[in-house]
């Protein structure tokens, strides 16, 4: 993703920040230093966000900063920093920091390769290969009911017509029964059976028993199926394992300490 801040601008801001013998500090608030490092991690976090920034958002950043400092001195002043509270909620951001960084430096170390991103891609297609149908179908509750519409079909009733009219899957049934290209393994065994036995064009002679009801099948098309090519997915596939060796490193941390 491209940020609003450049590494050059950044620096360019930082520096900016820093002038008038103040490359320490952006700010004295009551005899306390405000450390240009807050200024500049407040910056970087914009940066590694991606957020859309204004060309003067350093002295945005500092009159915030300098404004906290105020705010903070005062709850110095009320005792506000040393309740058991405070402290709790301060270690639990510390912590939280703390498992951001950890997870950031094993991400960037532990990148997935380019083998294990095309391992997962033929994972992938293998499992999705094959062939794709275009099906449609009628649902209804009652076998005796499944029977009458075949019937009905045989005689010479227009599938579509019926769906609309009877189907129990009201989503597909206002299309004529209409289901997306799929493969054998997107539908419940009964159905996906069924649907591989029949010919292209050809309608079920039987009704089919699912866990959803009774089905009548119609197989309009059939062909290879179309998988993404693997820059297409690469990003997604990049994600997962990445995914997954934090869980695995996560697991591997918990294994080794000592919990009593």
């Known amino acids: 993703m491209t940020t609003y801040f450049t590494r050059t601008a950044l620096a360019a801001l930082l520096a900016a920040s820093c002038i008038s013998g103040m490359a320490q500090n952006i700010a004295i608030v009551n005899g306390k230093a405000v450390p240009s490092t807050r200024l500049e991690a407040m910056l970087r976090q914009m940066e590694r966000a991606g957020r859309p920034a204004p060309p003067d958002a350093a002295a945005q950043i500092k009159d915030r900063l300098v404004l906290f400092e105020i705010i903070s001195q005062e709850g110095q002043k009320r005792g506000l920093d040393a309740t058991d509270e405070f402290k709790s909620q301060v270690e639990l951001l510390r912590q939280n920091l703390l498992v951001n960084d950890v997870m950031a430096d094993f991400q960037k170390t532990h990148a997935p390769t380019d083998a ?20 449609r179908h009628i649902l209804v509750e009652k076998e005796d009911e499944a029977k009458k519409i075949i019937a009905q079909l045989k005689k010479g009733g227009k599938f579509e017509d019926i769906a609309k ?9 206002a299309k004529g029964g209409e289901l997306d290209w799929a493969g054998p393994a997107s539908y419940v065994k009964e ?32 062909r290879e199926a179309q998988l993404p090519k693997i820059e297409e997915v690469k990003p997604q596939i990049v994600q997962q394992l990445m995914q997954q060796k934090s869980s695995a490193y996560i697991e591997e941390l918990r294994a080794k300490a000592r919990i009593e």
């Open 165 to 173: 009219k009877s189907s129990k899957d009201t989503g597909s049934g």
């Open 116 to 135: 294990e991103v095309q391992a997962e891609y033929d994972k992938f297609a293998a499992a999705n290969g094959g062939k794709e149908y275009k099906a």
């Open 191 to 222: 159905f996906a059976e069924a649907m591989v036995a029949l010919g292209k064009g050809k309608t079920s002679e039987a009704p089919v028993k699912s866990q959803f009801g009774f089905h009548i099948i119609r197989v309009d098309d059939v």
